[in-house]
């Protein structure tokens, strides 16, 4: 099974289509549209299809047919987060709703007056828990993978205007380490995915939905040399205007011994995600083998 690339899925002119028709039809005709695009995927995506269905039929205990008609739900829901983001980072008026569940969490750690490590998966839409952080007021900064084609990024940088994040790109040259460490002196809150790593990066073990499966290591050693707060933070979408804003109590891991500190991190991270996964299973964007071992 081949590992994750960090590449996402889609090209220019899926995208073209779709931007046109949220502007000139609105949200709800574009999910319409994105029935056959999923139909399309599970016919013929097979290399990010039967993951997501073993994670469906093998690990969570579905029955074939249920794990058929959720994969086609995890295209939608997906291609639904790719709308989504172009919505709330452009200028259009957004219909969305959001529940927030933990604000208080987030508040407690501004109040603190210090950085912060918000660790989060590809589970729900991160773009819209990035967007919602504004509202607490402090500096947010993201780490991600520069995964989009290049012309799609340009054509989404284009449509979408700013954020009101500073984005942090992952690099070769090891870079993004000093941005962050820059960040989290100057007290701003760093936001980072930690369910998904490249050939070649560290990684550490941990229990999840049954059998071990590999982490990045990058974020939680980050978390715990910097000794900043931690909250696990997801917005997972309820219905087609509703989210869910999720965030955990504030954790802290530096009075810790380093590899035990790093070990209760990592641990507490795969619970809260698993448990993610089990209440929204078609919500984990994830296209490949995540228990590979080689």
Not at 87 to 95: G, K
Request: hydrophobic residues 40%; charged residues 20%.
């Amino acid at each position: 099974m081949p590992s994750w690339q960090g590449k996402s899925k889609g090209s220019k002119l899926g995208y073209r289509i779709f931007v046109w028709t949220i502007r000139n039809a609105g949200i709800l005709p574009a999910y319409f549209l994105l029935r056959f695009v999923a139909f399309y995927y599970v016919l013929f995506s097979t290399g990010s299809s039967v993951p997501v269905y073993n994670l469906l039929h093998k690990k969570l205990g579905y029955s074939r047919w249920t794990s058929l008609v959720k994969l086609y739900k995890n295209y939608l829901y997906f291609g639904q987060s790719l709308i989504d983001k172009v919505v709330i980072l452009s200028e259009m008026n957004h219909p969305f709703r959001v529940q927030f569940e933990g604000e208080e969490n987030l508040r407690k750690i501004a109040s603190l007056d210090r950085g912060a490590l918000l660790l989060s998966a590809h589970i729900g839409n991160w773009d819209m828990a990035g967007h919602l952080l504004k509202r607490i007021g402090v500096r947010v900064n993201i780490v991600m993978f520069d995964g989009e084609q290049q012309a799609i990024k340009e054509y989404l940088d284009k449509v979408s205007g700013k954020t009101n994040a500073t984005i942090i790109l992952i690099k070769n040259d090891l870079s993004h380490i000093y941005q962050i460490n820059d960040a989290l002196k100057n007290k701003e809150w760093v936001c980072m995915h930690a369910d998904r790593w490249l050939a070649g990066n560290k990684t550490l073990t941990a229990p999840f939905l049954g059998e071990d499966a590999r982490f990045p290591a990058g974020p939680f050693i980050l978390a715990y040399k910097f000794k900043v707060p931690v909250s696990f933070v997801f917005a997972i979408k309820e219905s087609n205007l509703q989210y869910h804003f999720f965030a955990s109590e504030m954790k802290a891991y530096r009075q810790e011994e380093k590899e035990t500190g790093i070990r209760n991190m990592l641990n507490d991270f795969s619970v809260e995600m698993e448990k993610k996964v089990k209440a929204y299973p078609e919500q984990w964007f994830n296209y490949y083998n995540f228990w590979e071992t080689k």
